[in-house]
Each structure stands twice: as C-alpha cells, then as structure tokens.
C-alpha cells in the first residue's frame, strides 16, 4: 500500500434510513467516513418501496412522508462543512477482506480502505417479484410500474392496480383520490390486507376485479389493453387502462454477508451490546443486524447508530471523550 493511499476511519456500508443518520452521526464525531450504497439514491426501503407513505413512529415528527424523512437525513448527513461524509452512490460492496491496517472494501468501481465497517445493509439488495408473464419489458416504467415513484404521475388516469396485500390495497385507496379510475385485481376474492383498510376499500370508488390473473398484457395507442383470466375457469376478460402498477411484494437478497464471512444468526448479522461483530472492527446497524430482543423499525436502528459510532470512535481514538453531545457544537 503506498503511504498516500487514503484510509477512511469508518465505511459504512447501505445508505438506508438508518446507514444515512450513522454517517452522519460519524461524521459529527469527527471520523473520517465513507457511505456507500447500491442503489442510485438513498434511502433504502423507504425511498424505493413507500416513499409516498405516512412514517408515524419517528421521535420528533408526528407523522412525516417517507421520501420527506429521506430528504431531512439528507440535509443532515451534509451539514457540516468539516465532517461531510464522502458518499458513493450506484456502488454495490461485493467483498470486505482485512489486512493489518483494517479492511479493504471492493465495489465494481475499485477498492478503498478503511479501519473499521459498520454494515447497514438492511434485507439486503432487494427487487419486486415480477409478472411471471412474458411482456414487452420496455413498458417498464412507462406503463407498467413496479415502484410508485410520484404519486401524481396517476393523476387523471385510468390505473390497474395487481396485488392482494396491504401495500396494493394501501395503494388503491392512495391512487382513487387523484386517478380518474382504479381498478384492483386479485387471483384471489379475499384480500390479505389489514381488516380496515379491505373495509375503505370496498367503500371506496376502486373497481374490485376478483378472482383474476393477468394472462397478458399488449400496448395500444393509449396505454394497456390486460387479457384478464378468471382463476381456475377459462372466463376471460379485457381491461383498457392507461397504466398497471404491480404490488405483488418483493424479495430481499443478503446473501452477500454469507460471502464476506461474517457471523449470522437467523439469516441477519449477529452483533454484541456495542453492536460490534465476531469479526473486530465490523459492526452493524439497522434491520441487517440480530440480538436479543431486536426490533427491526426505523427508531432502533436511529439508536443503535451512536452506540456503534461512539464504541468505534473510541477504539479508533481513545483519547477522545465519549459520548460527545451535539449541542457542544459551535
Ligand atoms: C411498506 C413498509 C412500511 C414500513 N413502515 C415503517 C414504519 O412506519 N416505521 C418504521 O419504523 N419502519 C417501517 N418499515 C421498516 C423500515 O423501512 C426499515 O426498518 C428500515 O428501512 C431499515 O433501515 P436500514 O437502513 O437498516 O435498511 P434499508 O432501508 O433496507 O436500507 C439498506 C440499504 O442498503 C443497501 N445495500 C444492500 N446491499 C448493499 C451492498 N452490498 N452494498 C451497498 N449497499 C447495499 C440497499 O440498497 C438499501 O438502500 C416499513 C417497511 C416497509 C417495507
């Protein structure tokens, strides 16, 4: 390693809610930092699952939007000129190997070094289950959406809405108030969602299209013509729409903490009271860690963000004071 080489302090690795704030909060303390994420933006489930969604349980914000929590960590993750994390974004972390001085980290776009790792890699990369259909794949997030980026994009139109859960009920009754029509198809007649919300549903304006599949899907001039098949009959039925968003849920992939070798318990990241691994120097935060009585909500990972930082700064620094309050700041 040549001795103009930068080694960071601290990689933090998923810039979700929770990788955000202990950036910053590393940051605050001084330690030279980097956080990186594999998605284009930041924000983890909540920007790429609900960011039109009404958070409740954070301190300090009665209720708040999702994408609204994501843009206020934003603002504090760069507040201070000094101690500006370095962010990196559109890189996912494939390998942590350690060498003496603590480990190097490699993406697709190069290998950097830090002395100690805090994972914050949630479920781990995740994607939407997919229509097991074969479909023109250009359509994708132009008539057939997987992710509701803005809500008002469905503003005046005519929208199928596929999914039986909460998030597509939930969905439903979001799109009825600005679409000009919604309808929600199900291969099944009872819906999975929570009582009162399939209650708002069936007295909402949403057109309730059960039990049926998409059998297939062509483009017309306009938007979406469905080949809507009845569930175990051969009752077909067409739908003319401008646009489909499918809610059929989606999968978490974190199988990359098996490949770096770190400790697992329940298929998430085993860590002590300091939050700390088996592995010293690796720490995790947020729903990619276990211990007893966890509980995977965004509060908790806010908390467990200073305990690891701190234990860090200190490991890293021991002449420095713990814990440093914010409002010592000038
Ligand atoms: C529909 C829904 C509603 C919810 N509502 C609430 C609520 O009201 N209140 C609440 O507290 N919680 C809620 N949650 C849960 C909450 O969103 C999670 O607890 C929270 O997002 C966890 O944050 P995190 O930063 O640990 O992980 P995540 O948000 O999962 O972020 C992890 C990040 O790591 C990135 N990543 C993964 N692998 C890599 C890699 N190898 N390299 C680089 N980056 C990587 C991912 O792309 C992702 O951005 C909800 C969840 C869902 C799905």
Redesign the pocket.
């Known amino acids: 390693m040549s001795e103009t080489e930068h080694i960071y302090d601290l990689t933090v690795?998923?810039?979700?809610?929770?990788?955000m704030f202990t950036a910053f909060y590393a940051g605050m303390r001084e330690l030279d930092t980097q956080l990186?994420?594999?998605?284009p933006e930041l924000g983890?489930?909540?920007t790429t699952?609900?960011p039109e969604?009404i958070?409740?349980?954070?301190a300090g914000f009665p209720q708040i939007q999702g994408k609204n929590l994501v843009t206020e960590l934003n603002k504090q993750l760069v507040q201070f000129d000094d101690f500006k994390p370095t962010i990196r974004c559109g890189e996912?972390?494939t390998a942590i190997d350690k060498y003496e001085g603590g480990f190097t980290i490699t993406t697709a776009k190069g290998q950097t070094k830090s002395r100690s790792v805090i994972v914050?890699?949630?479920?781990?990369?995740f994607a939407p289950r997919k229509l097991a259909i074969d479909y023109d794949q250009t359509l994708e997030d132009q008539k057939i959406f997987y992710f509701v980026h803005n809500v008002a994009d469905f503003a005046g139109k005519t929208v199928a809405i596929a999914g039986g859960g909460d998030?597509a009920i939930d969905w439903a009754l979001t799109l009825e108030k600005t679409a000009k029509q919604v309808y929600l198809i199900h291969r099944r007649d009872r819906f999975r969602g929570l009582e009162s919300s399939v209650k708002r549903l069936e007295n909402s304006s949403v057109k309730i299209v059960t039990p049926y599949l998409i059998d297939a899907i062509n483009e017309t001039n306009s938007g979406l013509s469905l080949d809507l098949k009845k569930a175990k009959a051969d009752d077909h039925l067409n739908l003319e729409v401008d646009d489909l968003l499918v809610n059929y849920g989606f999968t978490a992939d974190n199988h990359?903490l098996r490949d770096w070798g770190l400790p697992l318990e329940h298929r998430a990241l085993k860590v002590d009271t300091n939050l700390e691994t088996e592995v010293p120097g690796i720490y995790g935060v947020?729903?990619?860690v276990t211990y007893p009585g966890k509980v995977?909500?965004?509060?908790s990972?806010f908390g467990e963000a200073p305990t690891a930082v701190n234990h860090i700064s200190v490991a890293l620094y021991p002449e420095r004071r713990q814990p440093l309050h914010s409002t010592s700041i000038a």
């Open positions: 690795i998923g810039g979700g809610p929770v990788g990186i994420e594999s998605l983890g489930q909540v699952l609900y969604k958070i409740r349980d954070v996912e972390v914050a890699i949630g479920g781990g990369s998030s990359v947020g729903d990619s995977k909500l965004i509060a990972g």
